[in-house]
Structures are given as C-alpha cells and as structure tokens.
C-alpha cells in the first residue's frame, strides 16, 4: 500500500518536533540533529521536516512512497505516463535512508519523488540533479537539491 510524503523545510527543529508530536500525537518515528520523520498509519503519510541553513521554509517536495518492487514499478509507470521528464535517480542515500527513487515535476514545478526505502542511513545523503526537471526556483526548494547552475532570463511575459 502506497503512503503520501510531505518533507517540509522548518526554521526551528524543535519548535516543530513539538508542534508536529502535539498535532499528529506521537513523536517522531526517526529523529537527527537536523531532520525528523513521522510514519503516521492514519492518516497514511510519511512526514519528514528538515532544519537546513540557507534552505527554503516550508514545503519542500511531495512523493510517493512504496512498499515493494512491484509498486515501485507501478509508481514508475505512472511517471512516465504523465510526459513529463523523469530523474530516475536510482540506488541513493537520501534523509537518512536507503532508497530507490525517481523524481518527476508537474507543469508549474512543483517537485515529486517516488521512492522504495529499502534502509537507514547514518548520513542525510547527496543530491540529485532536481534543476533537469523543473524550474530553478522550483528546484532549489526541494530537500536534496543543489543550487541551480546558472539563473534562467527574467521573464517577459504576463506573469514577469
């Protein structure tokens, strides 16, 4: 059975430890100096927050975790269904874990992650390349990402 993720970026990792354990009434599943994850059955989520310098505050991607290979290539297939490009990370080291992940974008960038968790870690892990998938500003809110390359030309349509 397939659990939603939300990883959202936090000023204060104690101040939101405290807030989150009272709002989900429990404590975290997993707790780091800098990163803690709830694995709620109800509702069915995986919620991780992380306290990194410089990294943006609140939601930083979304995603799909599975438990199996089979799911995983279930996930994988819808992915590639949407036509949008894929990342398809692989074996990685991400949040303190052991995965398997891919990452796709919607149309206005907003960043997801499919993944299988196949262990622990005791590093929070690299980066993938987010900036091959979505809009820079976009990229470089989601947790494992690495500041864009070079900034794309302002804009001069109707939103610039």
Known sequence: ???FHVHVGVTSLDQSIAFYSALFGQEPSVTKRD???WMLDDPRINFAISEKCGAAKGVEHLGLQVEDQAELGEVYAALKAADRPVLEEGATTCC????????IADPDGVVWEAFLTTGDSTVYGGNPELHQLASANAAANACCAPAPQAAAPASTGCCG
């Open 96 to 103: 303190y874990a052991q995965s398997e992940k891919s990452w």
């Open 1 to 3: 059975m397939k659990r």
């Open 35 to 37: 990163y803690a994850k």
